[in-house]
């Protein structure tokens, strides 16, 4: 397919409509909101040691569940020499994997669709997300929902044009055409 004019923003509407499905299904696992971690190819945590946050107590491999333990078995003999950077950054990618495994084929392929998409767009569409995943981000469990509700009961044509306008969370919704 040769990009057209509505080809960029067709993947807009469709890392749009993954971005709103995550952060809805996973409001805590969304990221921390400072912008840290969107601009890293593909999720990946910054090189180098990371901040541990004041407060994170970082445990032990016997403090660990089982779960970690298997998640993070590969590390075992090494986990208790670690630095607290280090662990924490292997805690955070256990969960990640967890999340990942612990979903459908389906939801799989929804995922790795949109983030094609996400790929695609311009570097400004790709600011415009990440805004609007960071205003996302912070809204009360039930603003998401409803601005997902919302988001599912417009026709692409509205979709499109709240996206013009800012997007979910930033803009006005349209109002719904009456059927």
């Not at 901040?51 to 090494?78: A, I, S």
């Not at 983030?115 to 997300?129: I, K």
């Not at 039930?142 to 800012?166: C, F, Y």
Request: glycine share 8%; proline share 9%; net charge positive.
């Amino acid at each position: 397919m040769t990009p057209g004019r509505n080809t960029l923003p067709r993947r807009l509407l469709h890392a749009c409509v993954l971005a709103l499905a995550l952060v809805i299904a996973f409001p805590a696992s969304a990221g921390d909101g400072d912008g840290r971690r969107g601009d890293h190819r593909h999720g990946h945590p910054p090189h180098g040691p990371m901040q541990v946050p004041e407060g994170v107590v970082v445990p032990d491999w016997d403090e660990l569940t089982p779960e970690q333990q298997k998640l993070l078995v590969r590390l075992k003999d090494e986990w208790d020499t670690l630095p607290a950077s280090r662990r924490v950054q292997a805690l955070e990618h256990a969960q990640r994997r967890a999340r990942w495994e612990a979903m459908s084929p389906e939801q799989r392929e929804r995922i790795r669709k949109g983030m094609r998409n996400y790929r695609d767009l311009s570097p400004a569409q790709r600011q415009q997300m990440r805004e609007a995943m960071r205003v996302m981000r912070g809204l009360p469990a039930e603003e998401r929902q409803a601005l997902a509700d919302k988001w599912r009961s417009l026709d692409p044509e509205q979709r499109r044009a709240w996206l013009e306008t800012g997007g979910p969370g930033i803009s006005p919704a349209p109002d719904a055409k009456a059927d």
